[in-house]
């Protein structure tokens, strides 16, 4: 009688060999032998393949999935995502993260996420986080992390081969990629706020929303941006038909680009756009997606289009921070683009930083981050596909970084602008990189604006103005002209043949009715 045989656990890296083994071709029989398993341990691994695959793809990049051997889920599976990749980042720009650091941004992400539940960011917290992730006691020395060199290398040589295979153009190869954007990310130094007053008079802005650009190799093709928020139909959407907006807009609840979203968005955008594209450009309808590898994307056989002939790939892990295009600059001077917009908004308007945060609604944040995408160059674009495509840059203008000029000449007109003089180009730029959490980008809640303020002048209207308002034949108030632009604002949107520079001109109108609006009421006092 054979004898009982000894129980084997298997390690991540180990179930990785045989899911590899297995697409080989090597049967369930001889893989059961070689690792001491049985036959139906070998077939639950592969039941398991894309589980096993993407807790791989999201553990940190020098982690021990070599000595992991389970994979033990978080309480808060969303949090805990969050958290890695944000980790993640942070050890790939060589930002140090202490564990009081780590402890204080997840209790930032479970107000963010509008998480419930009793959550406490302890030791034991941080501690199990660690162990899930095979994150080494030295990751949070601020080591600057290089990523996986080798597998670059090897999956740059094999795409140019594949690029050259199929006879592909760069003008038929694309990139995606997303980001989270505070929106209302305020910056209080700049906009002269009393810094003297304590923390807990201010808070950080958690109004959040992705968004994900989508470019060619030559960048001239770039699609409009794909914006997901947590709303269906945010209240500022009132009146608003979403066809109209500059951007495509998804909801759903959950903080990164969920399977089902992303499918949609290439299924019903992606393909469509890109087929009329090459088509008006006389080129074969044949492309290819590049994309990042995170449990959020489908698999490879189920984003291709009806005819399969575009098609995506997926980066290998640990690859982003020196492959994927979209994240070569590409975000971040969106960011800077969107931030350096928003104080100018704010600067044109010269109205209290507290009114002018109240005001700013998640539709001008659509428009304003359209904005910002329109106006990145195709040269930064094609710059952000130099790894994958050497000398593809060589015609692609000037290399001067175009975050470096926003923050000169932004820092040139504050320092013409009263409470803004002492602002320079480095209090601008630790701003444009700086998170939504730092001290640099909060904002006053409702409560903290001085009662003094909270009645305005515009609120103190007489009864012979408000009787100018309704007589064409008065001098027409400032209030009322804003009234009757807002309400064309609103038809413009529920109108489909409206164009998109109509509808800013008119945004821009109503930018200088607020100046004027604020002048008078300072006039008044």
């Known amino acids: 009688m054979l004898g009982k045989r000894k129980r084997v656990v298997l390690t991540i ?96 992400f479970f107000d963010a996420l509008g998480m419930e539940g009793d959550f406490n960011a302890s030791s034991g917290w941080l501690t199990r986080f660690k162990q899930r992730h095979g994150i080494p006691k030295a990751a949070g020395k601020g080591t600057k992390l290089k990523g996986d060199e080798t597998a670059a290398r090897e999956f740059c040589s094999n795409f140019q081969e594949f690029v050259e295979r199929e006879n592909l153009l760069p003008e038929q190869i694309y990139g995606a990629d997303q980001t989270g954007l505070f929106w209302k990310c305020l910056p209080t130094r700049t906009l002269g706020f009393d810094m003297e007053q304590s923390t ?3 808070r950080s802005s958690r109004e959040r929303i992705i968004i994900m650009c989508c470019a060619n190799a030559t960048g001239l093709h770039k699609l409009n941006l794909c914006v997901v928020g947590k709303a269906k ?26 399977q089902s979203v992303f499918r949609q968005w290439f299924d019903k955008c992606f393909v469509p756009q890109v087929q009329k594209h090459l088509k008006s450009m006389g080129l ?73 945060w109240k005001n700013l609604t998640v539709l001008d944040a659509i428009y304003e981050v359209s904005r910002a995408w329109n106006m990145i160059k195709a040269s930064t674009i094609t710059k952000a596909w130099k790894k994958l495509f050497p000398g593809n840059e060589e015609h692609s203008g000037m290399n001067i970084e175009e975050g470096a000029i926003l923050a000169a000449n932004l820092a040139t007109v504050l320092q013409n602008t009263e409470d803004c003089e002492h602002v320079d180009i480095e209090n601008i730029s630790q701003w444009f990189d700086s998170q939504s959490n730092d001290l640099s980008c909060q904002v006053l809640t409702h409560s903290d604006v001085p ?70 009421n300072k006039c008044h006092l």
């Open 13 to 108: 890296k180990d179930k990785l060999d045989i899911i590899k083994k297995l697409e080989e071709g090597i049967s369930f029989k001889k893989l059961s032998v070689v690792y001491g398993i049985g036959e139906s341990t070998v077939r639950d691994i592969k039941k398991n393949k894309e589980r096993i695959i993407n807790y791989a793809n999201s553990s940190h990049p020098t982690s021990g999935i070599s000595k992991r051997k389970s994979m033990k889920s978080s309480t808060y599976e969303e949090l805990d995502r969050v958290m890695i990749e944000w980790f993640n980042q942070q050890q790939m720009d060589g930002v140090p993260v202490s564990g009081t650091i780590c402890a204080k941004q997840a209790r930032f």
């Open 200 to 202: 807990s008079e201010c």
């Open 233 to 258: 139909r945010p209240r500022a959407f009132k009146g608003t038909d979403l066809a109209n907006l500059p951007v495509t807009y998804f909801s759903q609840k959950g903080a990164w680009i969920q």
């Open 284 to 356: 074969l309808e044949k492309a290819v997606l590049l994309l990042d590898f995170p449990p959020a994307h489908p698999n490879e056989e189920l984003l291709s289009s009806d005819d399969g002939r575009i098609i995506v790939k997926y980066l290998p892990p640990n690859v982003t921070s020196l492959l994927q295009p979209m994240s070569q600059g590409v975000l971040a001077t969106i960011k800077r683009y969107y931030r350096a917009g928003l104080l100018q908004k704010y600067l044109e308007e010269g109205i209290d930083p507290n009114v002018f």
């Open 451 to 520: 009662q003094g303020q909270a009645k305005t002048t515009e609120q103190k209207l007489s009864h012979k103005a408000r009787r100018a308002d309704l007589n064409p034949e008065k001098l027409i108030s400032h209030k009322a002209a804003l009234e009757w632009t807002e309400n064309l604002l609103n038809y413009l949107e529920q109108q489909d043949d409206m164009l998109l520079s109509d509808k800013l001109v008119l945004r821009r109108l109503r930018t200088i009715i607020r100046r004027k609006q604020k002048i008078q």
